[in-house]
């Protein structure tokens, strides 16, 4: 039985091993998409309710489908959280120019430089550019995602590298130093400092009590349907040995008119047998005595007609 399956029922271990295997991704990427890290320690304790919410109904069942979906679940929550901040974060750009505007507006001005490029990109290209980087969205599913076609992300995604570059001038102007990271460079950051990423402490408390709260009435359940189980095993344990004993008092009391009826038939086989013998060796003995008869009579007839023909020669 795999985490997913344990803690479909009830397994508090098992929910907290699935949240410690995902929880730094999970809280990273938030950081990442929301650009806030207090946003993010709020939305990561929801995310994982949502999560709880599928592994119960049975959605996912194994443990690199839960990886999967949390990933999918945090970009698709931190989309929700800033179209209710901003209606207007996601619109596609006039005339899909993706460059338009970078650098310009109010910027952050605190981090290292990829948290720089991160913070100051719009959230649209930084949804674009963040997710197939580190959770391998296709364009496909970017599309599908803003509800564009491939075309518009390829050309948003083509813009990358632009945009990055005026995005850098537009700091080193405010910083007063240079400041540059190329795209590959970006890339290479995002996944670097992914490891180092911590799950703060509240978060942490946060989705513990969370999976407490999901798992005791599961528990409770469980209990009680295992009592029920006993119960009626103990019943129909009882009810065999009733039934047994009934069964076994039934073929003794049979056993012993079936041996008196043996008995009694043993002795009429006997007694009929014997009456044949007798019968058989009267008739004998009646065949014997009428054999002797007439072999006396034969020769009683056999000397009369001797005699007879004697006395006719003489």
């Not at 992300?153 to 190329?182: M, P």
Request: one cysteine or more.
């Amino acid at each position: 039985m795999n985490l997913t399956d344990k803690a479909r029922r009830g397994s508090q271990e098992a929910m907290e091993a699935l949240f410690d295997m995902t929880k730094n991704d999970v809280a990273y990427l938030c950081r990442l998409l929301l650009g806030d890290n207090q946003a993010a320690s709020v939305a990561v304790p929801r995310i994982y309710r949502s999560l709880w919410e599928q592994v119960l109904a049975g959605r996912i069942t194994i443990e690199e489908d839960f990886a999967q979906a949390a990933l999918v679940k945090t970009a698709a929550f931190c989309k929700t959280v800033l179209t209710k901040k901003d209606s207007k974060s996601f619109r596609i750009p006039q005339n899909r120019d993706f460059v338009l505007g970078m650098g310009e507006g109010r910027l952050s001005l605190q981090g290292e430089p990829w948290e720089l490029a991160v913070d100051n990109l719009p959230p649209l290209h930084r949804f674009l550019y963040v997710l197939p980087v580190l959770c391998g969205y296709t364009q496909a599913q970017l599309a599908k995602l803003f509800h564009t076609n491939e075309e518009t992300v390829r050309l948003a995604q083509v813009a990358e590298a632009i945009c990055l570059k005026r995005l850098f001038a537009a700091l080193s102007r405010l910083l007063g130093r240079e400041f540059s990271l190329t795209q590959e460079e970006f890339h290479r950051a995002l996944k670097a400092n992914r490891p180092r990423a911590e799950v703060p402490p509240t978060v942490d408390d946060a989705v513990l009590h969370a999976i407490r709260a999901v798992c005791r009435p599961i528990q409770r359940r469980l209990a009680k349907k295992r009592k029920r189980v006993a119960l009626a095993a103990g019943t129909v344990v009882v009810l065999v040995c009733l039934t047994g004993g009934i069964v076994y008092a039934s073929v003794a009391g049979d056993g012993g008119e079936a041996a008196e009826s043996t008995a009694s038939v043993s002795s009429a086989v006997e007694e009929s047998s014997a009456a044949e013998t007798s019968s058989v060796t009267s008739a004998a003995s009646e065949e014997s005595s009428a054999l002797s008869e007439s072999s006396t009579v034969s020769e009683d007839t056999s000397s009369s007609e001797t005699s007879a023909v004697d006395s006719e020669a003489a």
